[in-house]
């Protein structure tokens, strides 16, 4: 809209102020004010004019709204300023005074007409940037006391967990609920006994899923990853590794984890906000709620722009997704069914403003995804308090329990080297231990001893004990039967003896391989046939070209003239590729 069509739909009464600003303070009929403020503004020496009678926030609104395509978002103002442009004191809230920036701006919007000569002189706000404080924090204020940060960084122990808990998911040792896909308390207890420092806090006896946060983060990074699965068809809930999972326990290099966090950001398969306990309506069939995709996509963005190495506030990371307009829904359409405390008719009532609604279902949300995701798999180093001493700051009305959520608690965080790598900072990563040191010697009786426990870590004695026999002394016994028992249970021998030569100290003894390849010889002198998908293919012409196919080659193979076999495992990267292509497979 132009100018003087923003002004017609003013009254005389909303007129005469702006014109007063213009010098036309004498001018009473409706037409005559319109034209006297168009002529006036829409000179560049009127604009220059009434911009030099702007304080220095109204010009910093007026830079904000012209260089945004002429939209002027008071959010996004007060995140960055800490106010909004102010005015001269009111008899009426109805009728506040009229200021230069009145002129310019009309509902939210500069005028087509108006914008377009503003854009040659108005000068461009700098780049937001966000700080952080090399020093970490030892305390944090609330409600007029001073509590003492915990803090962890989680670099190294964060990619031992993740080991030691896909080591537990290969052992079949981690169930999850048919219908949240979160880990069955039992579940919970195992990954909690692998785990390097157990929990951020520590848990009471039987802790369910509402009471943890490592144990979650790790399953939700593995499924939505793609390192670890429900199989396909399959009668329990118990996860198994994928081909990708097997691959990063084996070689465990940077870009395999990068890979599956990239899966894990695009992924659907969980939602964390459900995991902000004080919510209540997530399952309304009135709410509608937006792809965590999504939102992932706008955080993980917006942490990309946020400096390394340095202690962030939480605080000034919700004001950073504001100004560089990172915002996201959590509901569709913004439709406002989620809601805290009491229901009925109380629950229209929950939210003291559109601020408690973000800093509930939008704040804790990005904490979820900072805290229970990315400081599970060593990606972000955080400060915290206990969430009954947090006292989040939201204001919302008819709630009273203790804490909204468990990372209510989360204060400052820092992007390690790890993190930047995965948030696309850094090109490279080298771990802090580019090279492992050796920790084990195997006898010419072919039992291990761990020469230096201090280098140890749970996942790698969770292999071991999956291969050899744990003895009285603490050592560890290769023999056939255990092998044989490792290889009917699933395990991977070859990617066993590997590790081994790595932590050996010096070459293994030539009898301990042999001993491995045996038991491999032995185990493929049996085989079971594998479940496989046959597929009837209309022409020969589709076969060949299914053939051809520089994927479904590998993942197809040709019995009889038109029949093709996918190994079950198989079957869902084969309807993708054949969906790519245009063409589908139609169930049953």
């Not at 005074?97 to 108005?122: K, M, Q, R, T």
Request: charged content about 25%; glycine content about 8%.
């Amino acid at each position: 809209m132009k100018l003087r069509e923003h002004l017609v739909s003013y009254t005389v009464g909303r007129l005469k102020p702006l014109a007063s600003l213009c010098g036309c303070g004498s001018v009473t009929r409706k037409d005559d004010l319109i034209a006297c403020i168009a002529q006036r503004i829409l000179i560049p020496e009127g604009q220059r004019q009434q911009w030099e009678r702007m304080d220095e926030l109204a010009r910093h609104a007026l830079a904000q709204a012209v260089h945004s395509d002429g939209r002027f978002d008071p959010v996004i103002f007060q995140a960055r300023y800490g106010q909004q442009p102010p005015r001269p004191k009111s008899g009426s809230y109805w009728k506040p005074i009229s200021i230069p920036l009145d002129l310019f701006i009309y509902d939210g919007v500069i005028p087509d007409d108006l914008l377009a000569g503003l854009e040659s002189w108005a000068p461009r706000p700098e780049p937001f940037k966000l700080a952080g404080q090399a020093d970490a924090p030892a305390t944090v204020q609330q409600g007029g006391y001073q509590y003492e940060l915990l803090r962890v960084d989680t670099e190294q122990i964060g990619q031992q967990d993740l080991a030691a808990f896909l080591r537990l998911v290969d052992q079949g040792g981690v169930r999850v609920s048919a219908t949240t896909g979160q880990p069955t308390a039992a579940a919970i207890q195992k990954i909690l006994g692998v785990l390097a420092q157990g929990d951020f806090a520590e848990m009471p006896d039987g802790a369910g899923a509402r009471q943890v946060i490592r144990p979650i983060g790790l399953v939700m990074f593995a499924v939505g990853g793609g390192l670890a699965e429900v199989p396909r068809g399959a009668t329990s809930s118990v996860l198994s590794l994928t081909e990708a999972g097997r691959e990063w326990l084996r070689r465990q290099a940077p870009e395999l984890l990068l890979a599956a966090f990239e899966r894990w950001v695009a992924s659907d398969r969980f939602d964390e906000i459900k995991r902000v306990s004080a919510l209540r309506g997530l399952n309304s069939p009135h709410t509608h709620l937006t792809p965590p995709s999504v939102r992932r996509e706008r955080i993980t963005e917006a942490l990309s722009w946020c400096p390394a190495g340095v202690w962030i506030s939480v605080e000034d990371l919700f004001r950073a997704i504001k100004i560089w307009q990172l915002d996201f829904d959590v509901e569709v359409d913004n439709a406002g069914n989620l809601y805290v405390g009491a229901g009925g008719y109380y629950r229209d009532y929950s939210w003291g403003g559109r601020d408690g609604y973000w800093r509930v279902v939008k704040g804790l949300y990005i904490l979820a995804v900072l805290w229970e995701l990315l400081a599970a798999i060593g990606a972000v180093d955080v400060l915290y308090l206990p969430p009954e001493d947090a006292k989040y700051t939201a204001e919302v009305y008819t709630f009273d329990d203790l804490y909204y959520s468990l990372y209510d608690g989360l204060s400052y965080f820092r992007i390690n080297d790890l993190g930047a790598y995965l948030l696309g900072q850094h090109e490279h990563y080298g771990p802090p231990l580019q090279a492992r040191q050796a920790f084990l010697s195997v006898d010419d009786d072919l039992v291990a001893h761990i020469t230096a426990a201090e280098l140890v870590t749970q996942a790698d004695l969770m292999l071991l004990e999956a291969v050899a026999t744990p003895l009285a002394d603490h050592g560890y016994r290769f023999d056939l039967p255990r092998l044989l028992d490792a290889l009917e249970a699933g395990r991977d021998l070859e990617d066993a003896v590997h590790h081994l030569a790595e932590w050996h100290v010096g070459p293994l003894p030539a009898a301990l391989p042999a001993l491995f390849a045996d038991a491999q010889s032995r185990g493929q002198a049996f085989a079971a046939p594998v479940a496989a998908l046959t597929i009837e293919v209309r022409d020969a012409e589709l076969v060949q070209f299914a053939l051809e196919d520089s994927k479904l080659k590998r993942i197809c193979k040709l019995a009889g003239e038109r029949t093709l076999v996918i190994p079950r495992n198989r079957e869902r990267a084969f309807r993708s590729r054949l969906r790519e292509l245009g063409y589908v497979v139609p169930n049953g």
